[in-house]
């Protein structure tokens, strides 16, 4: 099986290609601190190729989301610290997805006084759950000073620093889902004048400095990047989605990256692995629904190197042996997606016979 074949991603050694794709799972502790059941949860999962561990917040503006992980203080470090320890004890391989949330924010999840910013003053429409105040609307983000954008660029390359102090073997750069840098990507949330706005190449800039910043501060072969043409997702719009993606990745291709993640949306009008593969190149990590036999075609026919896999790790903490040995996949409970505690998270058994399958 192709899948189960190591693969070197710039400095990252997997020893197999079943990546573990990030995933939001509101464990951390309030003040963004990973705790016990995510030492747990993670050190389970030890035998995939490549753990993409959640979307992190690099600094307190950045926080999208309640009980959301951080990588900015000296005890979130700390508490990561025991997970990757877990990890590596398990024989594995961890990156950390740094995630700024940008207007994806609500001053009812944040510390008081922290604002939520953005490259421009356009509010995302929806709500978000708020553990203090239930749903509430997203805040009205504030537009970001260029000198502002500048930092929070510098905040990249801290977070990078941060994450390999954690003792994460790199990092990986969350550029979808409608979260700030997808928002300096899209022409419908980035109306700046500066530098940072106008045509793609000048809305691209932002993520390229901030990857450029990563790599500065722990090596470009150590930093990835997800990224996923065509996301609407948190009320996002582009003018022409897949010519801004292949012009960010023509300029990430420049900077040796360990890997470019891409989520393929069902958006028909673009195929997103193949715009990957012609303006970034090598070295792709796909990601859209696949089960094990999807996977390996995926890997046969050379869209991707690896594959990742999200819903699949959750009710499966084994799923590499199940992938590589046949054996059925457990189902999840989605009720207990975001809740607290170890009940459906770090609970789910390895394979044990007819019993243990869902
Ligand atoms: C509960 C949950 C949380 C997620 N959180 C993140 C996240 O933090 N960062 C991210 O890039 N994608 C996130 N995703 C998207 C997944 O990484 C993945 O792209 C998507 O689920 C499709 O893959 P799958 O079909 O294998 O589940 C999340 C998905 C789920 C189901």
Redesign the pocket.
Known sequence: MRLMQPLRLGELELANRVVM?????NRAQPDGVPGDVMVDYYAQRASAGLIVA??TWPSATGQAYCRQPGIATTAQIAGWRRVTDAVHAGGGRIVL?V?HGGRIGSRHIKPAGVETVAPSAVRAAGEVFTDAAGMQPYDEPRALTTDEVRAVVREHGQAASNARAAGFDGVEL?G??GYLPMQFLSSGTNHRADAYGGPAAQRARFVFECLAAMAEAIGAGRVGL?LNPGNTYNDTSDEDSAATHAELMRQAATLGLAYLHV?RAPMPAIDAFALARAHFGARLIV????DGASAEQALVSGQGDAV?????F?GNPDLVRRLREGLPLARFDRKA??TPGAKGYSDYPPFAGAAAAG
């Open positions: 794709a990030p995933m939001t799972r959640e979307g997805q995630m969350h979808t889902s997800r989520m990601n859209d629904g696949f990742s896999f999200a819903r699949h959750i997606l975001y």
